[in-house]
């Protein structure tokens, strides 16, 4: 009996964990990535000094996520600004009221921060991490009281702003808990915690999402101020046609 | 039974500058903007000039809107744009030799007020330094937008005056002939077009754009079509232009026909463009076109934003019609420049430039403009700061290098502005 247990502790320990890193983010996405969906946020930067910025903003989403559109509809600065982002974040335009031109952007600039803020373009694109990362299972931590399995993420190839990330993966939700983006010389750059965890219907969100520039010492604070999951969205909206109207 | 306070509550609901009503949505907004600038010359000239844009909408939502914008600028402190000019340089040179034949019949006008008991000094100092007069930029109200927008299933029409914006260049767009753009703030919004455009989608990333701009009659009008597209990652389009208005007229330039294409991609993580438009002056009188005084215009550019968020680019212009030698340039170069026809006296031009956000609330960038022909430069260093969500203020300056009097921007004053800009 003893002889059993020994063994079965031992192979359970050479194996590794019972799931594997696709089944927690099929599981994951499943919970997160709505077929469509349409948010309306309000952005608030806080910077090194503790000046606050507020932008307001919808965002709607397509196809789980492949096609979106962010549209900014404070401060009036930037009202009427609009960023098309097209299979999965590869192709994005970008419409400027004021100028009346819609730029195509090129992927480098996925790099730079969205209206001043600690998010990327990149950060705010759904695509599936496994396309451009190799993913290991790291075991299990605790996070903010929740149990959850640790994914370390490397991209595949240059391009990406990030050297690793590390993803904490509530066990029992299969939600984002936490996230570390590390710089090229491997510093902790950026935290993304989140806070009031829900579900709505079938899907979980948050109630603010939170990014902490380590390095600058800011922060930027995304609410969730309404969430639409599974609506009807006129898929015409994720075109130029809508950018300039 | 409701009130009618009640209903007619019920039917608007407003913030402070929207309004909400049954037929739509009723917005303004706009900015203020002042520019002071010091030009840096023997004479020292400061001038100072604000701007205020309203811009109103009302949104129908997937039926169309109203657009209107208006535009009021007072020179609080206007400038003579010869003080800007090095006396003697080349651009200084050109303009007087173009506004001769009226400064010749201003002297006309001049003798005879010899008649009078006026002395030669009083009446030149009259011209100099009375307000409004005609040779200083004076208080303007500019109506830059008011168009009817229409969205129907297959099309969308947009009537009246509104801003066109064709090719992907950023300085420089030899396709985008329906408005002049400064290589100097290609940011700044461009002025108004009045025309017909009806854009007809064919498919997310596809569309056909047909342009009629009318003019007095068939003769001076406009009009175009181009065909965008998308494939393999990049934007493509084909465009066909004939241009004439009444400032070609006046200025004696002939009608054109231009063919243009562009393209927007990346090549590896290297953003990409170009633009090209091979132009063909109608000549009256011929029975067709002169292709013999063809010429083309292209520009190429790249951008690159790396890790740290500095952004890099650079812009290379060609213009077949531009001068290859300064001592080459002529009036008529003149003409198309300000026509909008060129972007400089040269055939060969280079933008380049920086842009960083090194710190809070500041954004720092250099750029130049090189005139590669005559070997001068402008350069064009900035900070914006912002003071606010709506409020920034811009300190930059555009500094001339170059011989004086035989290049293009040798010949300009240096200049400092600040600028505060308040949206609302």
Known sequence: MLTRISVFILLTSVCGYSITVDEILDKTEANQTPQTSRVEMTQRVYESDGRENVSRLISYSSDKGEKSLLEYIEPARIKGMKILMLNDGDDIWFYSPRTARIRKIASHQKNQSINNSDFSYEDMSAKDMREDYNIKLEGEEEKNGSVCYKLVAVPKKSGSSYSKTINWIDKEKFIPVEVHYFDEENSLWKKLCVEGARQIGKYWSYEKVVMHNVLKGSKTVMEMNKTENDIDLDQEMFSERYLSR | ?424
């Open chain 2, 1 to 424: 039974m409701k009130s009618l306070p009640a209903l007619l509550l019920s039917a608007f609901s407003f913030s402070a500058l929207s309004l909400t009503t049954d037929l739509g949505k009723l917005q303004f907004g706009g900015y203020l903007e002042n520019k002071a600038t010091v030009n840096i010359s023997p004479n020292e000239i400061i001038s100072d000039v604000a701007q205020t844009r309203i811009e109103g909408y009302w949104d129908f939502g997937k039926y169309g809107g109203i657009e209107s914008h208006v535009i009021l600028t007072a020179p609080l402190q206007p400038l003579d744009p010869f003080e800007t000019l090095r006396e003697g340089s080349v651009t200084d040179v050109l303009f007087k030799q173009l506004l001769s034949p009226y400064m010749e019949a201003l002297g006309e006008f001049q003798s005879s007020a010899e008649l009078l008991p006026v002395s030669e000094t009083t009446i030149n100092r009259l011209i100099k330094y009375l307000p409004y007069s005609t040779f200083y930029p004076s208080d303007k109200v500019i109506l830059d937008r008011a168009l009817v927008k229409a969205y129907f299933k297959y099309f969308d029409l947009f009537i009246g005056r509104q801003m066109i914006a064709w090719g992907t260049g950023y300085a420089f767009n030899p396709t985008d002939v329906w408005n002049s753009k400064s290589p100097l703030d290609p940011d700044a919004p461009k002025v108004g077009v009045t025309a017909l455009r009806l854009e007809i989608p064919l498919g997310s990333l596809s569309r056909i754009s047909i342009v009629a701009s009318p003019g007095r009659n068939i003769d001076n009008s406009s009009g175009g079509i181009r065909y965008k597209t998308h494939i393999a990652g990049f934007d493509f389009s084909f465009s066909g232009i004939r241009l004439m208005n009444a400032d070609r007229q006046i200025l004696g330039l002939p009608a054109k026909m231009i063919y243009g294409a562009d393209l927007a991609g990346q090549i590896g993580e290297v953003g990409v463009w170009a633009e090209v438009a091979l132009n063909n002056p109608i000549y009256s009188g011929m029975e067709y076109t002169d292709f013999d005084s063809c010429y083309l215009q292209a520009d190429i550019g790249v951008d690159y934003t790396f890790t740290n968020g500095l952004y890099a680019m650079a812009e290379y212009y060609f213009n077949q019609s531009g001068k290859k030698k300064a001592t080459d340039y002529i009036t008529v170069d003149l003409i198309n420049v300000l026509v909008g026809d060129m972007s400089g006296l040269a055939r060969h031009y280079l933008f380049a430039g920086l842009r960083y956000a090194a710190v809070d609330r500041f954004t720092f960038s250099a750029f130049t403009l090189s005139n590669l022909v005559d070997h001068s430069v402008m350069l064009i260093p900035s900070v914006e700061y912002s003071l606010s969500d709506n409020i920034s203020l811009e300190l930059g300056a555009q500094i001339g290098v170059g011989d004086k009097e035989k290049s293009e921007y040798g010949g300009v004053t240096p200049n400092i502005y600040l600028k505060t800009t308040g949206y609302f």
